[in-house]
């Protein structure tokens, strides 16, 4: 097998049988590439009206649609196909992950696959990404570490001027194929000699930061991460996940990701230093922002809530 595409749905069909129509021609055009479709029990008839959708369109000789059985989250749904993948006859060379809510353009996945067909230093590659009303996003980015943590929290042009090498998200690349850390699984292709090596998505990550955490482990191994430009989709932020707004209350599952990546990386002592940065820049900002008598973007507890956190899980 040349590539399987691996689709996960969690009560999004309608927007998952787009994401499928779309990335179809790129099936069709591709020898040896299938699609895996994971329903993420849903429970809602997603897999009937998926399962339905695949025939009458024709493409159950591409398509395989596949229960879950239980919701373990974004990692745990992905790693069914991988697992399936790995496990065949003749395992694809190479896996390609596509949120339900990311529409693939052109030929985004045939650029991808060439990109890591002559870059075999590469393990894992990702492309371009919009909205869907062309806004670019961030579709590139580093490493959490300490100091980003202190530039994320504090929201200061100075810090963030003097610590711009340490910023997670990099700037949206308009033209430019370069290395980077990490790309995010909403268009991520992967090498199978690294799923080999390094394992699949580690399912201790519920949503947030499982993509960071195998990039992460890639090239701990000597694999490089790329952003490939021409390869473009478009994204509906959040429709996936169900978490289209992190400005409201900032969901449980997402602070714990953040500490077991801190955790699993760099160590307790590491973990507690980012808490304390991040805690510290957070209340500056939140004090700056009162003292020049300026509206809070954050909801009121998000202070209290990563304090409370990170106490009751040291």
């Known amino acids: 097998m040349r590539v399987l595409c691996c689709l996960l749905n969690y009560k999004t069909a309608d927007m998952t049988e787009k994401a499928l129509d779309l990335l179809l021609p790129e099936v069709r055009r591709i020898p040896g ?4 479709l994971v329903d993420n029990d849903s429970r ?20 395989e649609v596949v229960a879950s059985g239980h919701n373990g989250g974004y990692g745990a749904g992905n790693n069914i196909a991988l697992r ?5 006859q003749e395992p694809p060379d190479y896996f390609y992950l596509l949120n339900s809510d990311a529409f693939i353009e052109g030929q985004a996945l045939s650029t991808l696959v060439d990109y ?7 393990g894992m590659a990702g492309g371009y990404i919009h909205g869907v009303d062309g806004e670019p996003h961030s579709g590139a980015f580093r490493f959490p570490t300490l100091l980003s943590e202190i530039e994320s929290s504090m929201r200061l042009g100075l810090v963030s001027k003097v610590l711009r090498k340490h ?9 430019n194929t370069e290395e980077i850390d990490w790309v995010p699984g909403a268009s991520m292709l992967i090498r199978r000699a690294v799923l080999e090596e390094v394992g ?31 390869a473009s989709v478009a994204h509906i932020s959040g429709a996936s996940t169900g978490v289209k707004d992190l400005k409201k209350r900032t969901p449980r599952f997402l602070l714990d ?5 801190f955790l699993k990386h760099h160590g307790r002592p590491y973990l507690w230093a980012a808490n304390v940065a991040y805690a510290a820049g957070l209340a500056s900002y939140r004090l700056r922002l009162r003292l020049q008598d300026k509206n809070d973007p954050d909801y009121e507890g998000a202070l209290f809530d990563f304090v409370e956190h990170c106490v009751k899980h040291p």
């Open 257 to 261: 990701s953040r500490r077991h990546y």
């Open 200 to 230: 699949l998505f580690d399912e201790t990550f519920f949503l947030y930061y499982e993509e960071t955490d195998l990039c992460h482990r890639a090239a701990k191994a000597g694999y490089k991460v790329a952003f490939v430009r021409d």
């Open 44 to 63: 809602d008839g997603s897999f009937e009206q998926l399962s339905a959708r695949v025939k009458a369109i024709g493409a159950d000789d591409v398509v």
């Open 33 to 36: 590439c299938r699609v895996m």
């Open 116 to 122: 890591l067909d002559h870059h075999p230093h590469v």
């Open 167 to 175: 910023t997670v998200p990099l700037s949206p690349p308009t033209h």
């Open 84 to 88: 399936r993948g790995l496990a065949d």
